[in-house]
């Protein structure tokens, strides 16, 4: 806990920025990191939140005060606090970053109640895929958008300024792929009840049987734990997921950003794993192959020429993806089984082979849109921003 002399000593640094401000004014460098820095504490915040929030889910039965959404509201006031900041003074943003962050708190405030509201009417809401679920990934995707934007335009050259916009990435990753942890933990849920084990509690399977009015059975199971199309998993994680790892590498400017940038969420996912399952929460699958797609997006960008880089890139990352998964689905559902002692439990979500083709076409599109958009408005990676602010 920070001493009275401490806070003193900040409260009087910080109070002489504290004046009415427009986007896009001058900054000083030690605000300017002060404010993104703090950035990443909120984010890291509502990271922790939200994948304990999963977990929780799929063991107890909901409620408003739980200590994920405690955690996670922690990191949204934390957000709430630098959009005022940025908004009233004008320091640390331009226009178009304040707007999106401005835009993406408010249509995060606004889910909020309304999701409340949806849990009161309709109980569990069984899927992470809701519309007032999606309207919290939206509000969190502007939000990370406009400090993605705030860093890149306005932090100085420098190793730093790489590390913390890929730290960026990560997090808009982690965002943009969140409604997939609801197959990632179903399917093991379900292998986990088919070998006579059960994750979540009576109180919760009762609840989720009423709500199907169904009895507590592998269709109440499977309803709970995996209610969308099979379809929609791996579709969803390469027209969506892959594409924020092409816009990283696109801005990053340096091979192997998208793979650290994959690695970093992948790697965070696989460390919680055994802090939760030792806590007597439930497993999940564990995303592995978003860091060879990641890879496989690092290599097309070795390709020079935009729309041949885009569309060799979106069918080497979806073949890359769709192999992976192929291969965790049985090399992660052994070794996992083994561990357990039981047989069958799956590595990754169920798979249709046949919707590649879906998932390539919009990866493609958004790829093309992404070297459209970089050429248009002359975006220039951040390593070759750096080279041009250093020549005379």
């Keep these: 806990m920070k001493s009275p002399a401490s806070i003193k000593k900040a409260a009087e640094w910080a109070l002489p920025y504290w004046t009415r401000g427009q ?48 955690l996670n509201s922690a990191g949204t006031a934390l957000a709430l606090a630098l959009t005022i900041i940025h908004g009233y003074t004008g320091y640390g943003v331009d226009k178009a970053a304040l707007r999106l962050i401005q835009w993406g708190t408010g249509i995060f405030l606004v889910a909020v109640p309304l999701d409340l509201i949806n849990h009161r009417v309709n109980g569990l809401d069984i899927t992470s895929w ?69 994750y979540a509690e009576p109180i919760l399977l009762q609840f989720a049987a009423d709500q199907l009015g169904r009895p507590v059975d592998r269709t109440t199971m499977t309803g709970f734990a995996l209610p969308v199309p099979d379809f929609l998993y791996p579709v969803y994680a390469v027209a969506a997921g892959v594409s924020v790892l092409v816009v ?97 439990l799956l590595g990754a979500p169920p798979l249709v082979t046949a919707s590649a083709l879906w998932a390539g076409l919009g990866l493609l599109a958004v790829w093309l849109a992404v070297e459209w958009i970089a050429v248009k408005r002359d975006l220039q990676p951040i390593e070759a ?8």
């Design 130 to 198: 809701s519309p007032s679920h999606l309207m919290l990934y939206a509000g969190t995707f502007f939000m990370i958008a406009g400090v993605i934007r705030g860093w890149f335009m306005g932090a100085p050259p420098g190793r730093e300024r790489t590390v913390v916009l890929g730290a960026f990435f990560a997090f808009f990753l982690e965002n943009v792929h969140f409604p997939e942890q609801h197959q990632e933990y179903g399917i093991l849920s379900i292998g986990a009840w088919d070998n006579q084990a059960v």
């Design 248 to 344: 990283a590498r696109l801005l990053i400017g340096r091979f192997g950003a998208a793979t650290l940038v994959a690695a970093a969420y992948v790697g965070f996912r696989a460390a919680i794993w055994p802090l939760l399952t030792f806590t007597g929460f439930p497993p999940s699958a564990v995303p592995f192959f978003l860091v060879l797609a990641g890879l496989a997006v690092d290599v097309a960008f070795l390709v020079r020429m935009p729309v041949a880089r885009a569309v060799l890139g979106a069918a080497g990352a979806t073949a890359v993806a769709y192999g992976a998964l192929v291969a965790q689905s049985a090399i992660m559902g052994q070794v996992y089984g083994a561990l357990k002692g039981q047989d069958g």
């Design 23 to 70: 986007a896009g004014r001058e900054t000083p460098q030690d605000l300017f990191r002060v404010l993104y820095f703090g950035w990443l504490a909120a984010f890291t915040l509502k990271l922790l939140g939200s994948a304990w929030d999963v977990s929780w889910h799929f063991k107890w039965l909901r409620d408003d005060l739980a200590p994920p959404h405690l």
């Design 385 to 392: 921003r750096v080279i041009a602010t250093a020549t005379p």
